[in-house]
């Protein structure tokens, strides 16, 4: 074989083999350093315990107190029992203990309810979610440690708000019975805010617990 044939032959195929090759890019030093990704599942994880259960507990108070001096003065209520340091525009959320008897409950929705009368009078004075699906952001909006300004944008900002409800759903209401809850007793730690147009004030459970079929 002619030696220019064979120089050709071997510039051919070393041509074949860096096409087969795929070029990485190096990994900058910025990339290396960058934050971690956002992820609000895992920062509800990390203070729920430590800094949110605490703190409901220590900030709310009986729903039927909670709720009649909130229809009067929302500011008073929102100092005793809401975050103030919400921001200016957004309406007040207040922590709150509801217990009583469940004389209503709607468990057949993924957003599933139970109603409670709290003061005996055989009507229910509060409507408790308990999942899995559930709106709002009252768990969020009642921690005075959790500020709009701490999060990037608007949109991280409701996710964090969200990742509250996932976690009192996976570790708390998803535990609970469904089935004859009419006449059971019920005792919920959480929050609510104050809405237009709702019939019962709408609360989410940060704990929850159900008593034995009467």
Sequence with gaps: MPKKLT???LVALAGLG?????????????SEGSAPAFN???????????KVIPYLRQKAGPFAEVHALAKTDPAAAGAKYGNPKKQANSPWTFAVRVEGKIVAANTQSRAATMDIDVDGDGKADARVQVGPAMRGTALRDSLDFVQFNDFTNQIDFAQFGKAFNAYADKTVLSKLPREALEGRSAKVLGAYTI???????????????IGPKP
Excluded: F, N, R, Y
């Excluded at 809405?195 to 929850?208: H, I, K, S």
């Design 195 to 209: 809405e237009g147009g709702q019939d019962l004030p709408l609360v989410t459970p940060a704990e929850a617990e």
């Design 7 to 9: 120089w050709l032959t």
């Design 18 to 30: 860096l096409g087969a090759c795929k070029i990485l890019p190096t990994p900058s030093a910025q």
């Design 40 to 50: 609000p599942d895992k920062m509800v994880e990390d203070i729920w315990a430590a």
